[in-house]
C-alpha cells in the first residue's frame, strides 16, 4: 500500500460510519464543506492552496485488493462491507476557492455534493491536504510581504514532518511567492525552480578554502554560490576575491555568496564592503540560518545587504502556527440544510457562497457569505471544478497559480500585511438570508 495514495489513509470512524450507512441504506445527496474555523493569532490572513492534489484524490480513489482484504479481516467490518467498498468511487460535484485566492474563517475553500457514503469517507484526507498547504502558504506569504525584492527559497526538506509534508511545503511556499526550492524531486514534480549552494562538509573535504572556491565555481562558471562561513567568514570573503579575480580570465564569475551563521546583519555589511571596495559590487549576498519572516524583517529593518534568503524549519513546519482549525461539516442532507449547533462550533447551514467587496482603490474590502444563489453583491469566490467524480478542466498551471496569490496579495489592505495582528480584523460578514435559514433550522430541530 502507497501510504499517500491509500484509501485507507483516514480515520477509522469513517469506515464505521460508512458500514453504518450500508447497513440502513443511507445514500441520499450530501453536501459538506470545509472551512477554516478561527484564524490563528499569527496570521491575518489564510491562502487557498491543496486543490490539485484533493481533486487527484477524489478522481482516483479506490480500494486496492490489499486494501479490501485487511478491511475482510477487521472483525468490526468484514467481508460484506470490503465487498460494498470494492465498488466505491468518488462520483460527486466539488465547488472551491481557486487556488491562491486569500481567504478568511467561516469561509468554505471546498464544497463536496455526493452520496452520502462518498462525501463522508474523503472528509479525512481532504482536510489533511488543504489545511497544511493553506497554512504553509500563509507562512510564506508573510516573508514575500516583508521582503518585496528578495530572492526567498525553501530550505525546509530536511526538517519537514515527513517526505510529502517537504514536498507539498515547497510547492505551497512557490505559489505566495518564494522563488524556488532546494527540494530536487518538487523540481521534478512541480517544475518548481531549483536552487542549492553547497555544505560546509565541501569546504572541510578541501585543504584550502580557496581551492574549494575555485573548483566549485569552475564547475559552474555562471551560478556559483559559495558558502563563506565555515571557518573566518571575513577571511573568507577577501579570499573570494582572490578567486573571482583569478577566474575572470577564464570567463567564470562567482554569483553569490552565503551566510549561516554568526551574527548576518553584521557579516553582511563587511562582506558587502570588501566585494564593493574589490570591484564586485555583483557578487550577491544570500542568507540563511533558522531564519523566519520576523529575522528577515529585522535583518532588512536595521539595513542588512542581503539579496536572498533560505527559509526551512520555520516555513516547512509553520513553526508559530503548526495547524489549521480545519474542519468539514454536513450542512445539507437528502436536499435539507443541516447545522451543528454546539458551543463554539456552530456551523451555518445549506450551500453557501462566498464574495467579495473591494474598496474604490481596489483593496479589499469585506467578503459576504450567504446561501449558493443568494444574488449578493460582489465577486463570489468558489465555482464548480469537479461534475460527476471528473474535473471540469486541466490541472492548472501552477504559475497561473502563482500570478493569483500575486494578485489578491496587493489587494490586502496595508493592516493585513504586517506582521502584527490586524486591527481591526478583515469583516468576514454573514448575510441576513444565511441567518434567517439557520433560525428556520433551529427551529425544525429544537433542543
Excluded at 502558504?137 to 509534508?165: M, T
Excluded at 577566474?247 to 551566510?259: E, F, G, P, Y
Excluded at 495547524?323 to 443541516?338: I, M, T
Excluded at 497559480?401 to 496579495?409: K, Q, S, T
Aim: include cysteine; aromatic fraction near 8%; charged fraction near 25%.
Amino acid at each position: 500500500m502507497d501510504a499517500c495514495t491509500s484509501a485507507l489513509l483516514t480515520d477509522f470512524y469513517q469506515l464505521t460510519m460508512l458500514r453504518a450507512y450500508q447497513v440502513h441504506g443511507m445514500r441520499e445527496t450530501a453536501a459538506f464543506e470545509l472551512f477554516v474555523r478561527r484564524m490563528p493569532e499569527e496570521r491575518n490572513f489564510l491562502i487557498a492552496a491543496g486543490l490539485e492534489q484533493s481533486l487527484d484524490f477524489l478522481e482516483n480513489l479506490y480500494f486496492s485488493s490489499d486494501e479490501l482484504e485487511w478491511v475482510s479481516s477487521e472483525p468490526r467490518l468484514g467481508r460484506e462491507f470490503a465487498d460494498y467498498l470494492a465498488g466505491l468511487r468518488f462520483s460527486g460535484d466539488v465547488h472551491a476557492m481557486p487556488e491562491g485566492r486569500i481567504f478568511f474563517p467561516e469561509e468554505p475553500i471546498l464544497r463536496v455534493v455526493a452520496p452520502l457514503p462518498e462525501a463522508q469517507l474523503v472528509e479525512t484526507r481532504l482536510i489533511n491536504l488543504v489545511q497544511f498547504q493553506c497554512m504553509v502558504a500563509a507562512k510564506a506569504a508573510r516573508s514575500v510581504l516583508i521582503a518585496p525584492g528578495k530572492q526567498l527559497v525553501d530550505f525546509g526538506l530536511r526538517r519537514a514532518q515527513g517526505a510529502e509534508g517537504g514536498l507539498l511545503a515547497a510547492r505551497a511556499a512557490y505559489v505566495a511567492g518564494f522563488a524556488g526550492t532546494a527540494t530536487v524531486l518538487a523540481g521534478a514534480k512541480f517544475g518548481l525552480p531549483l536552487f542549492g549552494t553547497m555544505a560546509h562538509s565541501y569546504i572541510q573535504a578541501h585543504a584550502d578554502e580557496s581551492d574549494a572556491f575555485a573548483r566549485f565555481a569552475q564547475v559552474y562558471p555562471t551560478g556559483a554560490t559559495l558558502l563563506i562561513d565555515t571557518y573566518d567568514t571575513e577571511q573568507a570573503a577577501h579570499k573570494v576575491v582572490a578567486v573571482a579575480r583569478s577566474l575572470r580570465q577564464r570567463n567564470v564569475a562567482i554569483a553569490a555568496v552565503r551566510l549561516d551563521s554568526g551574527d548576518l546583519g553584521a557579516l553582511a555589511k563587511s562582506v558587502r564592503s570588501i566585494f564593493d571596495a574589490a570591484g564586485f559590487p555583483a557578487i550577491r549576498i544570500f542568507a540563511s540560518g533558522n531564519l523566519d519572516e520576523y529575522r528577515v524583517a529585522a535583518l532588512l529593518q536595521c539595513g542588512a545587504p542581503i539579496d536572498g534568503f533560505g527559509i526551512g524549519t520555520s516555513l516547512v513546519t509553520s513553526a508559530d502556527a503548526p495547524s489549521l482549525d480545519a474542519v468539514y461539516k454536513l450542512q445539507e442532507y437528502a436536499g435539507k440544510p443541516r447545522r451543528k449547533r454546539s458551543a463554539a462550533k456552530a456551523t451555518w447551514p445549506g450551500r453557501k457562497q462566498v464574495f467579495r467587496r473591494y474598496a474604490p482603490d481596489g483593496c479589499m474590502e469585506s467578503d459576504w457569505l450567504t446561501e449558493e444563489n443568494d444574488p449578493t453583491q460582489g465577486e463570489p469566490l468558489l465555482a464548480l471544478v469537479m461534475k460527476d467524480g471528473r474535473r471540469m478542466a486541466a490541472p492548472e498551471n501552477l504559475e497561473a497559480i502563482r500570478e493569483r496569490a500575486a494578485a489578491d496579495l496587493a489587494r490586502l489592505p496595508d493592516r493585513l500585511r504586517a506582521l502584527a495582528p490586524a486591527d481591526p480584523p478583515y469583516p468576514v460578514h454573514v448575510s441576513p438570508r444565511l441567518r434567517k435559514l439557520a433560525d428556520e433550522v433551529d427551529a425544525m430541530n429544537p433542543p
